[in-house]
């Protein structure tokens, strides 16, 4: 499927990614953007995010993110990028509801499929390599190339991670070949971190905890804490992958507090666990060695009910 069969006849387009937009996230709504701005002028596009960190805005596009406000809006294409069920679009749904045609984009294994048209591939990296593929590689201009970039470098944590395939180094390839500045992009938009940043990221190593044999580390940040340091939950972007690395431990959780009771929990992996079985199990999703899941409960009902699923896995995993 290329982009092009969808476009026609097309005069406006609403794009939205996942609530609590990522790099990945970001970068698939703004090259697209600006895929559409170079190559189609005639078409109207609008990004709806919530809020994206301001480190995105390295991007060429990113003052064109808008927030959803509430307002009726009809466009005869809806594109949904990066979101691996509809309830991920958050106020922005609505606006892929009442869309004439809809196009979901993704490569979530949890993604069961939605919208009129669906191009998920489980397999890829990122959405920005699903979106990639969709798009004319010559028509691809360093911006839109400087976006997709960012997103495929993202979740694969700089094309470390197991999703990171020789597709994906071939694509990030033929993007890098459109001139881009891509150590700029990282070192602004990966690996920068603020004073605040790190603090919280220090104490987030200082107070871990290891369990299950060493196999498995936790860390916990409070609101109070995020409160007192004046950082946001995309300050805390990192710290999970920061504890995976620990040496000895196959799998780290960590989770930060949204409201009483109330924990957002990230799930890493190393080569053993499919952490993604275990977030759906409580109903959430992700990848085989990323997930997450907004869970109830106090940090240790949490923990205790998430341990046991890691433990089967890996005693299954000696015993295979």
Same mark, same amino acid.
């Given at each position: %499927? !290329?982009?092009?069969? @969808?476009? $026609?006849?097309?005069?406006?387009?609403?794009?939205?990614?996942? &609530? !609590?937009? #990522?790099?990945? *996230?970001?970068?698939?709504?703004?090259?697209?953007?600006? +895929?559409?701005?170079?190559?189609? /002028? $005639? &078409?109207?596009?609008? &990004?709806?995010?919530? $809020?994206?960190?301001?480190?995105? *805005?390295?991007?060429?596009? +990113?003052? %064109? @993110? !808008?927030? /959803? #406000?509430?307002?009726? !809006?009809? +466009?005869?294409?809806? &594109? *949904?990028?990066?979101?691996?069920?509809?309830?991920?679009?958050?106020?922005?749904? /609505?606006?892929?509801? *009442?869309?004439?045609?809809?196009l979901c984009v993704d490569h979530h294994i949890s993604n069961k499929g939605f919208g009129d048209e669906k191009v998920i591939d489980a397999g890829a990296s990122s959405a920005c390599e699903v979106l990639f593929r969709l798009l004319e590689p010559e028509k691809i201009s360093r911006n839109t190339a400087a976006a997709l970039y960012m997103g495929i470098a993202h979740d694969t944590g700089v094309f470390q991670y197991s999703c990171t395939s020789p597709e994906t180094m071939r694509v990030a390839a033929a993007l890098m070949e459109k001139g881009i500045p891509y150590s700029r992009i990282l070192e602004e938009t990966y690996y920068k971190k603020t004073y605040l940043q790190n603090q919280v990221l220090g104490r987030a190593l200082l107070e871990s905890m290891r369990l299950l044999g060493g196999r498995c580390i936790v860390s916990v940040t409070r609101k109070k804490d995020m409160d007192f340091f004046g950082v946001q939950p995309t300050d805390l972007e990192g710290i999970v992958s920061q504890l995976r690395l620990t040496e000895g431990v196959e799998v780290a959780i960590y989770l930060y507090e949204i409201g009483n009771h109330e924990f957002k929990v990230s799930l890493r992996s190393k080569e053993l666990v499919d952490v993604s079985e275990i977030a759906s199990y409580f109903g959430g999703g992700g990848h085989v060695r990323a997930a997450g899941v907004t869970m109830q409960g106090t940090f240790h009902d949490i923990v205790n009910n998430l341990t046991p699923h890691i433990e089967r896995q890996l005693a299954d995993q000696e015993t295979a």
């Amino acid at each position: %499927m !290329r982009l092009e069969t @969808i476009l $026609q006849d097309v005069k406006s387009v609403g794009l939205a990614g996942h &609530i !609590r937009p #990522d790099g990945d *996230s970001v970068g698939a709504c703004v090259g697209l953007w600006n +895929y559409l701005k170079d190559n189609y /002028p $005639q &078409i109207q596009a609008d &990004i709806w995010l919530e $809020q994206p960190d301001r480190k995105f *805005s390295i991007l060429e596009g +990113y003052e %064109m @993110i !808008r927030q /959803p #406000d509430g307002e009726e !809006r009809k +466009y005869d294409l809806f &594109i *949904s990028l990066d979101a691996a069920d509809r309830n991920r679009l958050g106020a922005a749904l /609505p606006y892929f509801e *009442s869309a004439a045609r809809t196009l979901c984009v993704d490569h979530h294994i949890s993604n069961k499929g939605f919208g009129d048209e669906k191009v998920i591939d489980a397999g890829a990296s990122s959405a920005c390599e699903v979106l990639f593929r969709l798009l004319e590689p010559e028509k691809i201009s360093r911006n839109t190339a400087a976006a997709l970039y960012m997103g495929i470098a993202h979740d694969t944590g700089v094309f470390q991670y197991s999703c990171t395939s020789p597709e994906t180094m071939r694509v990030a390839a033929a993007l890098m070949e459109k001139g881009i500045p891509y150590s700029r992009i990282l070192e602004e938009t990966y690996y920068k971190k603020t004073y605040l940043q790190n603090q919280v990221l220090g104490r987030a190593l200082l107070e871990s905890m290891r369990l299950l044999g060493g196999r498995c580390i936790v860390s916990v940040t409070r609101k109070k804490d995020m409160d007192f340091f004046g950082v946001q939950p995309t300050d805390l972007e990192g710290i999970v992958s920061q504890l995976r690395l620990t040496e000895g431990v196959e799998v780290a959780i960590y989770l930060y507090e949204i409201g009483n009771h109330e924990f957002k929990v990230s799930l890493r992996s190393k080569e053993l666990v499919d952490v993604s079985e275990i977030a759906s199990y409580f109903g959430g999703g992700g990848h085989v060695r990323a997930a997450g899941v907004t869970m109830q409960g106090t940090f240790h009902d949490i923990v205790n009910n998430l341990t046991p699923h890691i433990e089967r896995q890996l005693a299954d995993q000696e015993t295979a």
